[in-house]
């Protein structure tokens, strides 16, 4: 009896054991090997702040990236890692390296810093000198091979010493408008390779280049480096305390134009500001010649009919804005990416700017608003206060779906420059719409003027004045009414939710200027709301 029942028990125990490795062979068929690969297992860099790109290939839900050294910054963006690294200034090589982590699954990135001003792979054989002069070094990515370097051509502006691992550049400044060059052949391992040296000339003037959006580093150093500039200057962004912009400062080798500044938000990686500038009449005067006409001409812009200080690069999405300061002796170039609507939106079947009876008029007073909000059955969300108690700005609610709150702003007694009949009078107010794409579209953190709003703008014979990178500026001749029309969020409005605000007011000689005069002018008169705290 026992005999049997261990036989039946050992049955059981055979068929459990089988059905067990039956589903494990299911499980195991059924599980999809993690995998995680990179596009690049090395990176080098030459002694110069840089930026590369790495793909990261994987099926892993989420994947990090972390590395030890404090020069090396990973930003991560889908499935591309963005490395920077600071400019070397110890006179040493030095490397680190990047764990891309994907939990299951890793890989490491070795990183390597030259301490010489450029690393070069042999095969791309392409040395820029800077127009200024001076000594460059060159490493070459020799692999431990032995090498000779013969130059064809002998030449007084420039002295070329072999070094163990890489060449000295030694160069005279080039004074000359135009580009000069020298051959040289690199032997290695009985291999020979090409190389061409090139020295930027002197050139009066400077473009920035659109380093694209997303911003890219490389971009901008490899065209600032290739025609002789040298960074002088790096303004980190400090995240901890909201400030998102990284400032680059390069001097050019340009005897006018001596600077130019690249800023781009590290948040939403777009470019901010983009300038060159120069602080001399000389500078001034350039730019009124014939030359700078065929200069800009051969660069690919083509000069505004209407506004004969701004220029459009239609293959480069570039556009440019000539501010002359004749009072300051200078002239500013600010460079703006040109961006295309990404499809239509409907707008405002009529344009309604609100309450604009009661804008500037001397007999429109504190109560008048006040009557106008009370008949329109809105309820008063916020009262601000000046310093000497006058009622400096009130914030209304209304019952409006599209149009959901008013704020108003008014003159001020305690202010030296309000005319004594305009003390309680409306100086400009704000109107919020729950629904911005009515007027606005938005690009990264930037909000532009739909084509449709436009068309509705201009037919009411307002005509565009410029943007900032905030407001988008229009202004009607006949009268001087000025709109300036941004998006944004407010803690005590919509809900925190983003909203469209246009802000009226009049403002005279508003067209008078440069487009950067005109636009600083509304800014220092725009009135600004503050969310309740």
């Not at 450029?118 to 095969?123: K, P, S």
């Not at 400090?238 to 400032?247: A, K, L, P, Q, Y």
């Not at 919020?432 to 953190?445: D, H, I, M, T």
Request: charged share 25%; glycine share 6%.
């Amino acid at each position: 009896m026992r005999i049997i029942n261990i036989y039946k028990l050992l049955q059981i125990s055979l068929l459990c054991l089988l059905m067990g490795m039956t589903i494990g062979c299911a499980e195991k068929d059924s599980f999809e090997q993690p995998y995680l690969n990179v596009s690049e297992k090395e990176l080098a860099f030459s002694n110069q702040i840089d930026e590369k790109k790495i793909a990261v290939n994987t099926n892993c839900k989420e994947w990090i990236a972390t590395t030890p050294k404090p020069w090396v910054h990973l930003t991560q963006n889908g499935n591309e890692l963005s490395v920077q690294v600071d400019a070397n200034p110890t006179g040493m090589d030095r490397s680190s390296y990047i764990l891309v982590d994907g939990g299951l699954a890793v890989q490491k990135i070795m990183v390597s810093q030259n301490a010489s001003d450029i690393l070069l792979d042999v095969t791309k054989g392409e040395v820029i000198l800077p127009q200024a002069g001076g000594t460059t070094t060159v490493a070459l990515k020799l692999e431990g091979a032995t090498y000779d370097v013969t130059q064809g051509e002998k030449t007084e502006w420039l002295q070329v010493i072999k070094k163990k691992h890489g060449l000295k550049f030694v160069s005279q400044p080039n004074y000359d408008v135009t580009e000069r060059t020298s051959k040289l052949t690199l032997n290695i391992a009985g291999k020979n390779y090409d190389m061409v040296v090139k020295q930027a000339g002197v050139s009066l003037f400077v473009l920035a280049c659109n380093p694209g959006n997303p911003f890219s580093l490389h971009k901008m150093m490899d065209y600032e480096y290739r025609r002789g500039s040298f960074l002088t200057e790096y303004g980190g962004p400090d995240e901890v305390n909201g400030i998102f912009e990284e400032s680059y400062f390069f001097k050019t080798p340009s005897p006018l134009f001596k600077d130019v500044v690249y800023v781009h938000d590290t948040k939403h990686f777009v470019p901010t500001r983009i300038y060159t500038r120069s602080l001399t009449r000389e500078g001034v005067n350039s730019v009124k010649t014939q030359a700078f006409q065929e200069f800009m001409k051969a660069n690919g812009y083509t000069r505004d009919e209407r506004d004969t200080n701004h220029y459009v690069n239609v293959k480069e999405a570039f556009t440019m804005d000539v501010d002359i300061r004749e009072e300051n002796n200078s002239v500013v170039l600010f460079f703006y990416q040109m961006h295309t609507q990404d499809r239509s939106y409907p707008t405002f079947s009529s344009l309604d700017l609100g309450p604009i009876d009661l804008l500037n008029k001397n007999d429109k007073k504190v109560s008048d608003v006040e009557k106008y909000e009370k008949s329109k059955n809105s309820e008063e969300m916020k009262r601000q206060m000046s310093k000497s108690n006058e009622v400096e700005a009130l914030l209304f609610q209304t019952n409006d779906p599209i149009q959901i709150a008013r704020t108003y702003f008014f003159y001020l007694g305690s202010n030296a420059s309000t005319p004594k009949e305009k003390v309680g009078s409306l100086e400009q107010y704000s109107l919020f719409y729950s629904q911005p794409n009515l007027g606005l579209w938005q690009y990264g953190r930037e909000w532009f003027v739909t084509r449709e709003f436009d068309k509705l703008l201009t037919s009411n014979n307002f005509e565009f004045v410029g943007y900032n990178g905030k407001h988008n500026v229009y202004a009607r001749r006949s009268d001087n009414l000025t709109l300036a029309i941004s998006g944004g969020e407010y803690a005590d409005v919509n809900n925190g939710k983003a909203v469209m605000q246009i802000t009226v007011l009049y403002k005279a000689n508003v067209f008078a200027g440069s487009k950067e005069q005109r636009m600083a002018k509304v800014e220092r008169m725009l009135k600004q709301h503050n969310p309740s705290k």
